[in-house]
């Protein structure tokens, strides 16, 4: 393991993490000696569309993965329209690798619930809902007992802290499908319906929960408005870089020494992730890793420099998604790590449209030839052709995601495919897995 130089160092920016190691910080007591509660105190103070506005100043972009600006978002509220309004927090975190929502709302759920009750006063949202998968059951505990809490001291309910503001906050637990991430299936779920993308327009800003105006923003973009209202929007800007502004979480998986959070302004680059996280492990050689996630293309060691925000992914043929980098070695192979994310995406294929649900069945079966070395040249013609047919053909983004290593691999890696396919590799899957695909 190597120790990061002072100057990388100095590139860790604990914001949203800076509480996670005090001790009980999931506690309202912990929160509120750490500056807790008084972002909304401020908050309450200012006329709603100053937040708004406060927001679209700091830069913020949506930490979903898509990066769409927040104050934007907000701002496309109808005002007076006499209709309810919803905030909705998508705490679905389903990405592979993406591991950044979980650990907030488990060490800090108090930072989330404030920030909800700030957007919802933006917005003039009443009611507002933390949608959050089924399987996080401890993050869950925690977030119901940070409403309970912050409930008990007038931070929600009727009247909040004197100022005529009530809302409402419930924690929804999914039943932990993939696909309940996707904003409109999410808002679907949350009704009670089964769970599937809507057809748009119209967007959730006008039509949303139960047909009203709805806000849905991603846990660490929630949270990380309170701290906005506190530091001001030219401290927010003070990060990150010109068009991505702030601190971002960037989660390290794979074959690093230290594999964890690290919370750093936009921009960082992998080599500089590296070394924060102690370098590679021993006897590894970076070969390929993943962005944001497993629907980012693959970028190779040739990328180790490229800035991660939102334009420097772009530029490189990637997306910065939800900056869940997944690193891989030369003792990695990356047409094995494909078809893991396929069966992923043929799993979780909701099955509404007929790219996604058959593309998707079809590539798994192909995969599944090469790695048995039953694979022909051919093969990779129809892997190619099959992603042009899902790529911009899909009802939502799962269908354009699944695609993205299948030709980014194709791309760095076509002489790993080609050497299962011409017998040079073993096959790494048998003949009974072939026959046992369903
Ligand atoms: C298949 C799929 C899964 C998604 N999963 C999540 C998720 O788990 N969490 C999330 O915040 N956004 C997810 N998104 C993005 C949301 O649709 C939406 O863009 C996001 O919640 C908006 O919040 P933001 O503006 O704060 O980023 C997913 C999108 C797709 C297409
Ligand atoms: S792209 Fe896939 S997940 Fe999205 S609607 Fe179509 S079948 Fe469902």
Request: include cysteine.
């Amino acid at each position: 393991m190597t120790t990061p130089r002072p100057e990388t160092l100095a590139k860790l920016t604990p914001v949203l993490t800076k509480r996670w190691l005090s001790p009980d910080a999931w506690q309202i007591g912990t929160y509120e000696k750490l500056d807790g509660y008084a972002a909304l105190r401020k908050a309450l103070k200012a006329h709603p569309d100053d937040l708004i506005q406060l927001v679209k100043d700091s830069g913020l972009r949506g930490r979903g993965g898509a990066g769409f600006p927040t104050g934007l978002k907000w701002g496309f509220i109808p005002q007076g329209d006499g209709k309810p309004h919803y905030l909705v927090v998508n705490a679905d975190e389903g990405e592979p690798g993406t591991c950044k929502d979980l650990p907030l709302m488990t060490h800090d759920p108090h930072s989330l619930v404030e920030g909800v009750i700030i957007a919802s006063y933006a917005i003039r949202a009443n009611r507002a809902y933390i949608y959050i998968r089924g399987e996080a059951v401890h993050a869950a505990r925690r977030l119901r007992n940070a409403v309970e809490e912050a409930k008990a001291k007038g931070y929600l309910g009727k009247n909040i802290l004197g100022s005529g503001f009530d809302l409402e906050l419930v924690v929804h637990s999914g039943a932990g499908a993939y696909i309940c991430g996707e904003e409109t299936a999410l808002l679907d779920s949350l009704e009670g319906f089964r769970g599937q993308p809507r057809l748009r327009p119209p967007f959730p800003a006008t039509h949303g929960l139960y047909a009203s105006p709805t806000v849905v923003n991603n846990v660490g973009t929630i949270a990380s408005v309170p701290y906005i209202v506190l530091g001001g929007a030219d401290w927010w800007k003070s990060m990150g870089t010109e068009k991505s502004a702030g601190p971002m979480i960037y989660s390290l998986s794979g074959r690093i020494a230290n594999p964890g959070q690290y919370e750093c302004g936009l921009g960082i680059t992998l080599r500089e992730l590296i070394e924060l996280a102690g370098g590679m492990q021993p006897g590894h050689n970076l070969r390929f890793w993943t962005p944001g996630g497993s629907s980012t293309p693959l970028l190779t060691a040739e990328h180790l420099d490229v800035p991660l925000d939102f334009e420097g992914v772009a530029a490189a043929g990637s997306i910065l998604g939800t900056t869940a980098t997944q690193i891989f070695s030369d003792q990695d192979c990356p047409v094995y790590a494909t078809y893991r994310w396929l069966e992923f995406y043929h799993h979780e294929s909701c099955g509404k449209c007929t790219p996604c649900r058959e593309g998707n069945y079809w590539m798994v079966r192909v995969y599944r030839r090469i790695l048995a070395g039953q694979g022909t040249h051919d093969d990779l013609d129809t892997l190619l052709d099959t992603c042009d047919n899902i790529l911009g053909r899909s009802f939502c983004g799962l269908g354009d995601g699944a695609t993205s290593s299948v030709t980014s691999s194709l791309k760095y890696f076509k002489q790993d495919y080609l050497d299962y396919i011409e017998g040079r590799t073993a096959p790494k899957l048998s003949d009974k897995q072939l026959v046992g695909a369903h």
